[in-house]
């Protein structure tokens, strides 16, 4: 049972498709649900999906983000500001990202630099930019969790050093595997500086879904990802801060 009712607002970036939309469906749906859903796209105009959900449930806020762009980032920010009020931002979900086919034969420079910039540059650099709502949702409550201000690095477990090995090797892609490790870390170094002022940060690995990323011989559904995923997030507690989790709640070697 998904339960947000203690999480007056949750920001999910790629909301258009995918996993990111999922969760805004699932979100919406809950009895327990968040007050504000902020669901933001890259192209809103173009979220046909996303546009008729937030048409048939209250308080989806579609904004426009760019994950990549200083300008978009900000301007993003001080919409949800506008948005969430005092209450401040309870959970930043940095869902969005890309992968871009790169083996070792195929692998390019801008392959790498364009996957480290969606990946690992842009969750750190949007989390800096509502770090302010965070921490005034941080300064009113105790104890850690989405009940008070949370960062949620969508990751994987491609980005595990200790598992790119043997069967675990399979997949091939020196950028998104890299991104998603450098993500880890960069999880990790926001959770030693917010650990202080009470703000949990996590990275977290849906499983293999069918999206357009995942393909369509993964075995897990959207549905069966997003609902076993918000579940482990609502329940995410002290223990969790600076982990590195499945979408069951198991540990995953880093
Ligand atoms: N699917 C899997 O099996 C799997 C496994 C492990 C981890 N993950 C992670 O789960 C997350 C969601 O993946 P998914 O399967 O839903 O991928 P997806 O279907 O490819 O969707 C990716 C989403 O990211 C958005 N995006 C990409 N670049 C962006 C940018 N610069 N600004 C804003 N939005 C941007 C896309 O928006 P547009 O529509 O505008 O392109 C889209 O909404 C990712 O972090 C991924 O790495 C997925």
């Not at 001080?78 to 871009?100: K, Y």
């Not at 990946?119 to 800096?128: D, E, G, Q, S």
């Amino acid at each position: 049972m998904i339960n947000y009712s203690k999480c007056h607002s949750v920001l999910i970036t790629g909301a258009g498709r995918g996993l990111g939309l999922q969760m805004v469906k699932q979100l919406a749906a809950a009895p327990e649900r968040p007050k504000n859903i902020i669901a933001t796209a890259r192209n809103p105009d173009d979220a046909v999906e996303l546009q008729k959900l937030a048409k048939s449930h209250q308080r989806i806020h579609v904004i426009s983000l760019d994950i990549t762009s200083d300008t978009s980032v900000d301007a993003a920010a001080q919409t949800v500001e506008f948005i969430v009020g005092a209450d401040g931002l309870n959970c930043l979900i940095n869902n969005a990202a890309v992968n871009i086919s790169s083996d070792l034969n195929t692998v390019t420079r801008d392959v790498m630099m364009k996957t480290f910039e969606s990946n690992t540059v842009a969750p750190l650099f949007v989390t800096k930019a509502f770090l302010p709502l965070l921490r005034g949702a941080a300064a009113q409550g105790s104890g850690m969790g989405i009940h008070r201000s949370a960062v949620i690095n969508v990751s994987s477990v491609l980005g595990s050093v200790q598992l790119n090995w043997g069967e675990g090797a399979s997949f091939k892609s020196y950028a998104y595997r890299a991104s998603k490790c450098a993500l880890n870390m960069v999880t990790r170094c926001l959770a030693t500086d917010l650990e202080e002022e009470g703000i949990l940060c996590v990275a977290l690995h849906p499983g293999w879904v069918r999206t357009d990323m995942g393909g369509p011989m993964a075995p897990l559904s959207p549905e069966e990802s997003i609902s076993s995923l918000l579940n482990v997030i609502s329940g995410l507690t002290k223990k969790d801060h600076g982990g590195y989790v499945d979408y069951t709640g198991s540990n995953l070697l880093w």
